[in-house]
């Protein structure tokens, strides 16, 4: 299997990706059975938030049957972390720890705290301010309970010495949810926090990757939103797999990553006026599967 880059771990616009790794690569070394336990955290944008910050406390694995839970960090992010500074490919670190090979059901989170800033332009209509504090919900307070999964959506998960990465995805733009109509008016009264998250093991997750390019001068191929939607998403439910989100380089690539085995329709975003050839591109995704050269090229007539 791939090995995870501690420094770098792909993302997903949208999506905040938690990755527990277990290898052997690297500075990582497995003796007699064990191996380092490490947690790192990464995330991109989400519309109308400038800054969408949690503090999260313990993050705990769980075996299956008999067993104690294994603490992998007493206070993952020490405080509040803007997860919009964990664009892209960027990590941090939220712990390590030591565990034994064998089966895992659950991980445990704990989101101790919330808060929320919006883009500028756009205020909260009770007091115009920006900022806001948000509720957690008792359950993320006490810690949440992510069932660990197989490609086919049963658990629990076989971990092997040296041989399994978990990625945790918080989906930002389902837990930092807008109330009210930002583009009326009416504007915005309130973010709820609802926590949407899921976990799954890397090895089974995979990767679509390409090119946005064009022929006229007057139009960047940067920062296009590129979708793979779910051709069946009865399947990715147990993941709580909606879409898969990228956002397009300078140079028009770009790689939407920890996605789950399945057929996915590919889309880009394309300013007004303006279209893709293809308008879409149907691919399947298989476990650990990179998918490459799913290129679009963008012409007018949109």
């Given at each position: 299997?791939?090995?995870?880059?501690?420094?770098?771990?792909?993302?997903?616009?949208?999506?905040?990706?938690?990755?527990?790794?277990?290898?052997?690569?690297?500075?990582?070394?497995?003796?007699?059975g064990?191996?380092?336990?490490?947690?790192?955290?990464?995330?991109?944008?989400?519309?109308?938030?400038?800054?969408?910050?949690v503090?999260?406390?313990?993050?705990?694995?769980?075996?299956?049957?008999?067993?104690?839970?294994?603490?992998?960090s007493?206070?993952?992010?020490?405080?509040?972390?803007?997860?919009?500074?964990l664009?892209?490919?960027?990590?941090?670190?939220?712990?390590e720890?030591?565990?034994?090979?064998?089966?895992y059901?659950?991980?445990?989170?704990?989101?101790?705290?919330?808060?929320?800033?919006?883009?500028?332009?756009?205020?909260?209509?009770?007091?115009?301010?920006?900022?806001?504090?948000?509720?957690?919900?008792?359950?993320?307070?006490?810690?949440?309970?992510?069932?660990?999964r197989?490609?086919?959506?049963?658990?629990?998960?076989?971990?092997?010495?040296?041989?399994?990465?978990?990625?945790?995805?918080?989906?930002?733009?389902?837990?930092?949810?807008?109330?009210?109509?930002?583009?009326?008016?009416?504007?915005?009264?309130?973010?709820?926090?609802k926590?949407?998250?899921?976990v799954?093991?890397?090895?089974?997750?995979?990767?679509?990757?390409?090119?946005?390019s064009?022929?006229?001068?007057?139009?960047?191929?940067?920062?296009?939103?590129?979708?793979?939607?779910?051709?069946?998403?009865?399947?990715?439910?147990?993941?709580?797999?909606?879409?898969?989100?990228?956002?397009?380089?300078?140079?028009?690539?770009?790689?939407?990553?920890f996605?789950?085995?399945?057929?996915?329709?590919?889309?880009?975003?394309?300013?007004?006026?303006?279209?893709?050839?293809?308008?879409t591109?149907?691919?399947?995704?298989?476990p650990?599967?990179?998918?490459?050269?799913?290129?679009?090229?963008?012409?007018?007539?949109?």
């Open positions: 299997m791939k090995c995870p880059n501690v420094g770098l771990f792909g993302a997903s616009t949208g999506v905040l990706a938690l990755a527990v790794a277990i290898s052997a690569c690297g500075d990582i070394t497995t003796v007699g064990e191996t380092t336990l490490r947690v790192l955290l990464t995330d991109a944008p989400a519309d109308y938030i400038d800054s969408a910050s503090d999260i406390g313990a993050v705990e694995l769980i075996p299956a049957g008999e067993g104690e839970p294994i603490t992998i007493e206070d993952g992010t020490d405080g509040f972390i803007n997860l919009l500074d664009a892209d490919a960027a990590t941090m670190l939220l712990g720890a030591e565990v034994e090979a064998g089966a059901a659950q991980l445990r989170l704990v989101v101790e705290a919330a808060r929320v800033a919006l883009v500028e332009g756009y205020v909260f209509n009770d007091d115009d301010a920006t900022e806001r504090d948000l509720i957690v919900p008792s359950g993320a307070q006490t810690g949440i309970k992510l069932k660990l197989g490609p086919d959506g049963a658990g629990p998960v076989e971990i092997d010495a040296g041989e399994a990465v978990l990625v945790l995805d918080f989906d930002v733009g389902r837990s930092f949810v807008i109330l009210g109509n930002p583009e009326t008016p009416a504007g915005i009264h309130g973010v709820l926090f926590p949407t998250i899921r799954a093991v890397a090895g089974d997750l995979g990767t679509i990757s390409g090119t946005v064009t022929a006229l001068t007057s139009q960047s191929v940067e920062g296009l939103s590129v979708t793979a939607e779910p051709v069946d998403p009865d399947p990715m439910e147990p993941f709580q797999t909606q879409a898969v989100m990228g956002t397009t380089g300078e140079d028009g690539t770009y790689t939407l990553s996605v789950v085995p399945g057929t996915y329709v590919v889309s880009v975003t394309t300013p007004e006026g303006l279209a893709t050839e293809p308008a591109v149907e691919v399947e995704v298989g650990n599967e990179d998918v490459e050269g799913v290129d679009f090229s963008l012409v007018g007539g949109g």
